[in-house]
């Protein structure tokens, strides 16, 4: 079954992990050009696209084909790889009591199975392994562990993986592995991709080096400018890492892309030339030499050397001047270009900071002394007026038709777009949680697990409680929670700009909401 996914998805609804596999290799070996993302997961694959050069309408029609069997994949056999596993993991006695087992019996078990990597979540490079000789269900720890250590091997369900970071999760520890799950720096970041056929081997000792993230600090000779104040978050961002999620990379980015697109054209930059997002205001910096700058998205003053500059223009910051961004009156997050872009080591691809994974340059601390990059292509524009206003605090985001829309009641669906939701204090890159009458189920629906599926930004879930999450461009790949509806990506830049506090109401954008 295809279900619709927002304005630029589809979810392909499967019967089992098995069908999964084989039509995830299918689409892989047919892909035409505007295909974006094919994510994986439990019972589902996730086709995201570009609408302006694959319509909806024809990825439906090319999944339809794909999913009758219309094609043998080639890429079937997948590849293939090995884990050293150590098992001297802090559960492993306790979890094979559980099954009925010996210790070493529960490890013949796990060395002997034929694993395959069914689709990747939870963090960059971690893989829901699967087997047809494991028969063992596992249940989860009642409560979680708020700190899994890296290279950790774990059980839940009928599920094997192995944490490629330090995390916290709720899954039984058997052992330990130092096989490089996950590089940012390596041509395939990903160890464990979907299709890819694993065997464990066991090994008297492991040793898992401890992870790193680069800061995008250069030496005070290169400088273009130094913070002396990040305010309340500053990063780096880009256009992102699109085309990841199938590897567990979410895409990140710019929160507010029209923003970030205005901005870098004021200073002649390349399209995706990474910039700043700053947070809330307070951001002061020092210029070290000549600069043309502008800002954009959120709204609040705006000073060069004490003297008040405009937004959406260009602005001269000379050497040795101070440029400083008071606490912003609307909105929430506004885009910093600097002519030639930020320079920043690139982490899979691109500058983004990633929150939630650990992705990409650290946040920005007083004292860190920025380069700019090469990525200015034309002249700073003569404008003396782009066209702008301030963010709203009372916000209407369009909204389309979510694949689980049917587990709502009919009251539910309509509370949806009637309600005057409030954005609540959890409002992050990550998502943002609102507040108003909870979202009751369909009694057929209410308890009802959805086994996980891929996830995009935009994406409106609502937990068992009933008060939705909207997911931000730093969000999970995969989820468990239904989905109602998708923000369209004009709703996603307006709710960038959502306050703790702020009003908005959902409007369809779909016939079929």
Known sequence: MIRPFGDSAVLVEVDTLADVLALHARLADTRPRGVVDLTPAARTVLVHVDPTVLPLIAACAWVAGADNGGHEPSSAAGEEAELPVVYDGVDLAETASLLGLTSDGLIERHLAARW?????????????????????????????RTRVPRGAVALAGRFTGAYPRETPGGWQLIGTTDA?????????????????????RRVPSARVPAAGRVAAVTGPACAAFTVTDPGALATIQDAGRPGRLADGIATSGAADRPAFAAANRLVGNAPGAAALEVTLGGFRASAARDLWIAVTGAWGPLRVAGRQVDPYRPVHWPAGAEFEMGPFRAGV???????????????????ATDTLAGLGPLPLRAGDAMATAEDARHPVPAVDLWPWTPPADALVIPIAAGPRAGWFTPVARRALFETRWVVGARADRVGIRLE???????SDAAGR???SEGMLPGAVQVPPDGLPVVLGPDGPVTGGYPVIGVVTSAGRAALAQARPGSHLLFRSASPRM
């Open 180 to 200: 490089p799950l996950f590089d940012p720096d390596a041509d395939r970041p990903v160890l464990l991709r979907p299709g890819t056929r694993v065997r464990f």
């Open 333 to 351: 997050r506004a885009v910093l270009a600097v002519r030639g872009g930020v320079a920043a080591p690139p982490v899979v691809g691109s500058a």
């Open 436 to 442: 108003g009458p909870p979202l009751e189920r369909e």
């Open 449 to 451: 697990e959805l086994a």
């Open 116 to 144: 395959t990597v069914a689709f990747t979540g939870f963090a960059p490079g971690f893989g829901y392994l699967v087997s047809d000789d494991w028969d063992l269900d596992v249940p989860r720890r009642a409560t979680p």
